[in-house]
C-alpha cells in the first residue's frame, strides 16, 4: 500500500514540474540556468526515490514471498505428520480387528482328525505309482473342465480301495494348490462319524484355502454366537456359502476349488440327504467354481438323495472302471 501511496506522490510532483518546463520553454527558446538546474534535481530527485521504493518492494515482495512458501512447508509438514498418525492409528485398528477376528475364527470346532493329512491318519496309504490311471485321468479331467458336473460320485463296495483313492485325490489338488478342504467320514471315530461338524471342519480349512472369507465368517459368527451348534442348513447357509458369495475378484476369474469327502455312508443316516440337498447350492457362487470329490458304498440313504440332484453329478462305480 505505501508503494502505491508514494507512487502516486512522485507521479504529481513529475506532472507538476513538467508543465513547469513546458512554460518556460514556450516563454523562452533558452532557459534560465538556475531553473534548468532545478528541474534536473527534481528529477534526479525523483528517479533516486523511485530507484530506492523498488529496492525495498522487492526485498520485500521476496522475504514476503519466502516466507508463504515457509508457511506453506510448514504446513504440508503439519498435514504429513496427522497422516502419518492417522495410518498407524489405521494400522493398529487393522492389528485389533485382525486379532478379534482371528479370535472369533477359533471359536469353530472341528472333527479331530476328519482332513485327509491328518496325523491321525498318516500312516494310511495312496494309490501306488502307475495304478487306477485311469480313474485318476478321468477325475483330473472333471476338475478341469469348467463346464464339469458339481458333484463327482466314486462309489464300491467295501475293499475297493476308496479312501485310498480319495486320500490320493486329495493329495494331488493339494499339490495343484485345487484342495478347498477334505473330510473323511469314520464311523465309531467320535465326531468323524456324525456330521455335526461337518461343515465348520470344511469352512476352517477354507480359511487357508481362501482367506477372502474370513471377515464374512467373522461377522457371522459374532452375528450368532449359536450358529456353530444350529442346524446343518443354517451352518452351511452362514458359514459356507454366504461367506463364498462374497468373495469377489477385481480381475472377473473364477478359482477352481474341489471339496473331497470321503466314506459319506459312514455319517449317521439322518444327516446323509441333508448334506447331499445343500452339497449342490456351492454351484450359486459366481466367483469360485467349487466342486465336491465324494466317495460312498451304495447304501439305501445316499441313492434316495442321489436321485434328487441327478442333473448335477458324475457318477462312476469303481468296480466298473
Known amino acids: 500500500m505505501a508503494w502505491f501511496q508514494s507512487s502516486a506522490i512522485l507521479t504529481d510532483i513529475l506532472a507538476r514540474y513538467a508543465v513547469t518546463e513546458k512554460l518556460y520553454r514556450d516563454e523562452s527558446s533558452k532557459?534560465?540556468?538556475k531553473i534548468e538546474d532545478a528541474i534536473l534535481r527534481v528529477y534526479i530527485a525523483v528517479l533516486k526515490s523511485t530507484a530506492e521504493a523498488m529496492t525495498i518492494y522487492r526485498s520485500t515482495t521476496e522475504e514476503t514471498q519466502l516466507g508463504k512458501w515457509l508457511q506453506i512447508y510448514q504446513e504440508m509438514q503439519r498435514k504429513q505428520e496427522a497422516n502419518n498418525i492417522l495410518l498407524g492409528v489405521d494400522r493398529l485398528l487393522d492389528g485389533i480387528r485382525d486379532i478379534a477376528q482371528k479370535i472369533e475364527l477359533n471359536?469353530?470346532?472341528i472333527a479331530e482328525g476328519a482332513h485327509f493329512d491328518s496325523h491321525m491318519d498318516e500312516d494310511q496309504a495312496e494309490c501306488l505309482e502307475n495304478t487306477r490311471v485311469e480313474l485318476l485321468d478321468d477325475i483330473t479331467n472333471w476338475v478341469d473342465d469348467p463346464?464339469?458336473?458339481?458333484?463327482?460320485w466314486l462309489s464300491g463296495v467295501a475293499g475297493t480301495g476308496l479312501t485310498t483313492i480319495s486320500r490320493t485325490v486329495a493329495r494331488k489338488l493339494q499339490e495343484r494348490e485345487l484342495l478347498g478342504a477334505s473330510f473323511f467320514f469314520k464311523r465309531g471315530e467320535g465326531d468323524r462319524g456324525k456330521a455335526s461338524q461337518v461343515v465348520t471342519t470344511i469352512v476352517k480349512?477354507?480359511?487357508i484355502a481362501l482367506p477372502q472369507m474370513r471377515?464374512?465368517?467373522a461377522t457371522a459368527l459374532e452375528n450368532d454366537l449359536m450358529i456353530v451348534s444350529k442346524s446343518l442348513k443354517d451352518q452351511f447357509d452362514y458359514l459356507l456359502l454366504k461367506?463364498?458369495?462374497?468373495?469377489k475378484f477385481s480381475n472377473g476369474q473364477r478359482l477352481p476349488l474341489v471339496v473331497v469327502i470321503d466314506a459319506l455312508d459312514e455319517c449317521e443316516e439322518r444327516s446323509i440327504e441333508t448334506i447331499i440337498r445343500l452339497l449342490p447350492r456351492?454351484?450359486?457362487?459366481?466367483?469360485?467354481?467349487?466342486?465336491v470329490f465324494i466317495t460312498r458304498r451304495p447304501e439305501h440313504p445316499i441313492f434316495e438323495g442321489f436321485e434328487r440332484i441327478e442333473d448335477e453329478h458324475k457318477d462312476v462305480v469303481l468296480h466298473e472302471v
Open 147 to 152: 463346464e464339469g458336473k458339481t458333484i463327482f
Open 205 to 207: 480349512q477354507f480359511m
Open 31 to 33: 532557459l534560465n540556468d
Open 215 to 217: 471377515k464374512e465368517l
Open 107 to 109: 471359536k469353530l470346532p
Open 243 to 247: 461367506p463364498l458369495l462374497s468373495v
Open 282 to 291: 456351492v454351484q450359486e457362487s459366481k466367483t469360485i467354481q467349487l466342486k
